[in-house]
């Protein structure tokens, strides 16, 4: 197969399973985002593809090769860290063409890969700079262009934007994606910003214990989230108790839901339901009755906190559809059965 | 963080505690021994207050000469040695777990505890042809006689270098243990081998540090007087022999301070000359 297998892979650090058992098909030319709160094995993960931790058990695959024992500098692989661990006695030139001049590659040729480079990443005209006098967002791309330079098989970004602040993140994301498209390079990137994974990814693989949790694309994961913890990571979510009595009724806090399809032979379940698919009606006519604790108005959003059952539930909506309500005020929320996902708690 | 430059009176008193210190311990002594270096040997006291340069035309002798270049020699060349393998010891090191790296640092400042005398009395007996390690060497059937290793160039190298070598490691140890290692692991991830992701990677990146402590422990061979006649032939002593020699047993005080002047001058040219070549290159 081409592209990157990941078969059972498993790194034990003494009796700690910082990677346990995990297997994952990351086909050529895709966009991989590994997502999961810190502690969950996505660095270590990612350090077993590069070479730079060694699995205890399992194989990777790249391109029908075998390369789990094979050392990094064999590999055909760029990283980028989150350090971005630029050479800081290097200029900007000498640090992309770093992986040439190891190789041996003509001074020529290696000047010609830095301009182009350079142009890719918007910095023509630097390339004799010290790398220290760059500014973060600069030193960003430039430790992207070294990790291209040798066009390798795969690109690894260990959490690359983390050290940007919130705006120049959202850019590059946008950036990272469009040249990742442009060279059609298999790449994996570590993160824990949920938006991050959203705005850049094919496939978001969710990460918790050292486990695969749920490997989908984006918005399947939003849309269907495997279990609570995926649905609470990812987004922002209500989670709710449903009942289900023995003819196949369901109830969420004691309200019927009728057209909700519990799996059969369970009796309790926990549904994840998207604050923008709750709605807010009068009294009565919901599904549950609830009071309004607290209303945010973001003026793009409006967020409104209901208390109903001794649950908050969640319901965001655009000021086109202002709902009119107060603090205090008694309201009725629609849980629309097609929204509502059942989940393992 | 930027601080504040001082700026009151106020803001400076804290240097003046270690400025008496130094003022009264150091800049006193040594405008004396400048003072002496001038002054007129007397050969039945001490020394007789003059303007003469007597002392220092002595110097400039072939054998003087000689004695310079060797001490010069022998402390770039302990100063080098001991680079070269505290350096990578010390990487090393730093990639072992905490318990580990305790131990053995522990283990070198119990070695800065033993006194020169020692150090060298120790050498002496293992590189002895009756007590020294070639009886084991004997023993497992690789030489045929034990020998003596001393006294040679070579034994006085190996005991300044084993005496050198705990401050240098101490040294290092700060600017390794700080070092990001994903500097190393991004250059292997480009293609270079842990070997020479270390020589294209890490040592030039701590270049500086590398100056530094040459240039530390290049000061602190050349003061050293006893290891070279415990271990070595008259023609191993360095100029620090002769000024001990001079000053102690030939009573001859003047031509001691003037040497010693004239070592302190050299080293500081030497010493200058580095840091302006390394600003240079990092200028460029």
């Known amino acids: 197969m081409s592209g990157l297998s990941i078969n059972a892979i498993t790194k034990r650090f003494g009796d700690f399973a910082a990677v346990d058992d995990v297997t994952l098909a990351v086909p050529h030319g895709s966009f991989v985002c590994l997502l999961g709160p810190s502690g969950c094995g996505k660095t270590t993960l990612l350090r077993m593809i590069a070479g730079l931790e060694e699995p205890s058990a399992g194989a990777i695959v790249l391109d029908g090769e075998d390369i789990t024992t094979l050392p990094t500098h064999k590999r055909s692989l760029g990283m980028v860290f989150q350090s971005l661990a630029l050479f800081p006695h290097l200029t900007v030139g000498d640090n992309i063409a770093y992986a040439l001049r190891i190789r041996g590659a003509p001074k020529q040729d290696q000047r010609k890969r830095v301009e182009e480079l350079l142009s890719m990443i918007h910095l023509s005209g630097f390339a004799d700079r010290p790398v220290t006098k760059l500014s973060g967002g600069q030193r960003q791309r430039v430790a992207i262009a070294r990790a291209l330079a040798l066009s390798p098989k795969l690109f690894l970004l260990d959490e690359p934007l983390s050290a940007l602040d919130a705006k120049l993140r959202e850019a590059m994301q946008v950036e990272l994606r469009q040249l990742q498209q442009r060279l059609g390079i298999t790449t994996i990137v570590v993160t824990h910003d949920q938006r991050e994974a959203m705005t850049m990814a094919d496939l978001v693989v969710v990460m918790g214990k050292g486990k695969i949790l749920q490997a989908a694309p984006p918005i399947e994961i939003y849309r269907k989230p495997a279990d609570a913890f995926v649905a609470d990571f990812i987004g922002i979510t209500n989670l709710l108790p449903v009942e289900t009595d023995g003819a196949g009724r369901s109830s969420v806090l004691g309200a019927a839901v009728p057209e909700l399809a519990c799996p059969s032979g369970t009796t309790k379940a926990t549904i994840s339901i998207r604050p923008e698919d709750v709605r807010l009606t009068t009294p009565g006519r919901g599904t549950l009755d609830g009071t309004v604790t607290f209303v945010r108005d973001l003026g793009g959003t409006i967020e409104t906190f209901v208390e109903a059952g001794g649950m908050t539930i969640t319901a965001v909506a655009t000021p086109r559809e202002r709902p009119d309500v107060q603090v205090g005020q008694t309201v009725g929320v629609l849980l629309p059965a097609e929204n509502c996902v059942v989940v393992k708690s | ?284």
């Open chain 2, 1 to 284: 963080m930027r601080r504040e430059p001082p700026k009151t009176a106020a803001d400076y008193a804290p240097l003046a505690f270690p400025a008496l210190m130094l003022i009264v311990f150091f800049v006193v002594p040594f405008s004396i021994m400048i003072a002496v270096s001038f002054f007129k040997r007397d050969p039945a006291g001490f020394y007789k207050p003059a303007f003469v340069f007597d002392n220092y035309a002595r110097f400039l002798s072939a054998f003087f000469g000689e004695v310079l270049g060797f001490s010069l020699m022998l402390a770039v060349t302990v100063a080098a040695c001991c680079i070269v393998i505290a350096f990578p010891f010390t990487y090393l090191l730093t990639r072992r777990p905490r318990r580990v790296q305790t131990l053995w640092l522990v283990g070198l400042l119990s070695v800065l505890s033993l006194s020169e005398v020692i150090i060298g009395f120790a050498w002496s007996t293992l590189l002895s042809r009756t007590a020294g390690i070639t009886n084991l060497l004997v023993a497992i059937g690789l030489m045929d006689q034990p020998v003596a290793l001393l006294p040679t160039f070579g034994a006085v190298l190996t005991g300044m270098v084993y005496q050198a070598l705990p401050y240098t490691i101490l040294v290092l140890y700060p600017a390794l243990v700080r070092l990001d290692p994903t500097l190393t692991e991004a250059a292997r991830t480009l293609g270079a081998s842990p070997v020479r992701a270390f020589f294209n990677v890490t040592v030039p990146a701590l270049r500086n540090t590398i100056v530094a402590t040459l240039i530390m422990v290049f000061v602190f061979a050349l003061g050293s007087y006893l290891l070279p006649q415990i271990l070595g032939r008259p023609r191993h002593w360095t100029l620090s022999v002769l000024i001990t020699d001079q000053a102690i047993y030939q009573s001859n005080m003047p031509f001691a301070a003037a040497m010693a002047v004239f070592l302190v001058l050299i080293s500081l040219s030497l010493v200058g000359l580095t840091l302006l070549v390394g600003r240079r290159e990092n200028a460029a």
